[in-house]
Structure formats: C-alpha cells, structure tokens
C-alpha cells in the first residue's frame, strides 16, 4: 500500500503543474506572418507567445467581427479552474498521506479519478463551447463579412485540436505541457488504485495462510 500511496501523492502533486504551464497552445500562421502568432492558454488566462500576439489577433479579428480575446477577469473559468485544481490537488495528496498511514482504501483512489476525469471532461467540453461562441458569434457591424457560397456567414473556429484552415490562415490547435502533466498525474493515480488493490489482495492472502 505504501507504494500506492506515494504514487497517488506524486500524481496529485503533478496537477499543480498547470499553474506554471500552459494547458494549450493555438497559433495562427498565414504567408503574410512568416512567424505564426499563438496564444498560451493556462487556467488563470491566455497569454501571447510572443509580446504583441494577443495585440495583433484581436487587430485582425476586429476587421471579421470576431470577439476580442478575453482576459482573466472576463471568464468565470479563470477564477474557477485554478480553485478546482488546487482542491482536488490537495484532496489527492490528504487521500496518498491517509494511505501510507493505512487510514485510506484503495478505492478512494479510484473515487478520485473518477472525479477528476469528469472534470476533466467538462473542462475540455467549456473549451470547445468557447472557440464556437469564438469563432462563430460575430459582430453583424463588422468591417468585412465574408459568406459561404449559399451566402452564409462563414465560421471562424479554431479547432479544438488538430489544424484547420480558416480564410488564409492555417490553424493549429494542440495540448501544452501543463495538459501532459495532467494525464501523467492522473496515469498515476490510476495505477495506485490498481497497486494498492494488489497490495491489499495480497495483505489478505497472507493473513489467511497465516492463520
């Protein structure tokens, strides 16, 4: 149980790396920008790769009637997020610490992930919801309003991951290395489940022979 427990904590503890690492990364590259520019989203906010790169995205998304990128205090999910992961965070080491003194059950490993993997999902779900409103929520006053061929307005969404084309940019959505320490953490804690169970299984066996 001993390992499990070190395992849960350390996989808890890998959480806290989203407050220093971006969560994801969207650049946009055209051959008017031989250097792309990209956004770094974290879960306090989104910040340009490069100085003036939030500056000149929302510059050019004024002329499609595009929505300026938000700043921390816009979105609830900026103050919420970091409260999420912190708590589950320091519940998921509580839980590793209650193992190694034996006052915790493998399961609540388990209960654990379980949560935080619906959180998870739900996170990415909110996300996805925002580059739609994003990308098709435009401003009808805009400077230029660009229509399909059935004289529908075109949609601007970057996509949730992969590459997209959008008018002459090129659009590449991927995780950063805050979301990778995530899945580690997580990766885990599951596995503490799975090794804490054996451990148990065999604590049992033992006892049992024994007497």
């Known amino acids: 149980m001993q390992k499990a427990s070190i395992l849960m ?7 806290l790396g989203l407050f220093a690492f971006p969560l994801w990364n969207i650049m946009l590259g055209a051959p008017q920008y031989p250097v792309p520019l990209g956004m770094n989203i974290y879960i306090q906010g989104i910040v340009g790769v490069s100085e003036f ?7 050019l998304n004024h002329y499609i009637g595009m929505k300026t990128i938000p700043k921390t205090e816009d979105m609830w999910e900026f103050k919420v997020f970091p409260l999420v992961i912190g708590s589950m965070s320091a ?43 994003y990308g098709t929520n435009l401003d009808p006053q805009a400077i230029m309003k660009m229509v ?3 004289g529908k307005p075109l949609s601007y969404q970057p996509p949730l991951l992969g590459h997209r084309k959008i008018l002459n940019f090129d659009a590449y959505s991927y995780p ?4 990778y320490l995530m899945l580690l953490g997580m990766g885990m804690t599951l596995a503490s489940f799975f090794i804490g169970q054996r451990a148990k299984y065999h604590e049992k066996k033992y006892i049992h022979i024994s007497n």
Not at 9 to 15: M, P, R, V
Not at 53 to 59: C, E, H, P, S
Request: aromatic share 12%.
């Open 148 to 150: 399909d061929v059935h």
């Open 53 to 59: 790169d939030l500056q000149n995205i929302d510059g």
């Open 9 to 15: 904590i350390l996989g808890s503890t890998a959480l």
């Open 91 to 133: 519940i998921g080491i509580a839980l590793g610490i209650g193992g190694l003194f034996k006052k915790v059950q493998p399961s609540l490993f388990l209960t654990w992930f379980v949560v935080m993997t619906s959180l998870g999902l739900l996170g990415m779900y909110d996300f996805y919801l925002w580059l739609v409103d």
């Open 176 to 179: 950063q290395l805050g979301a």
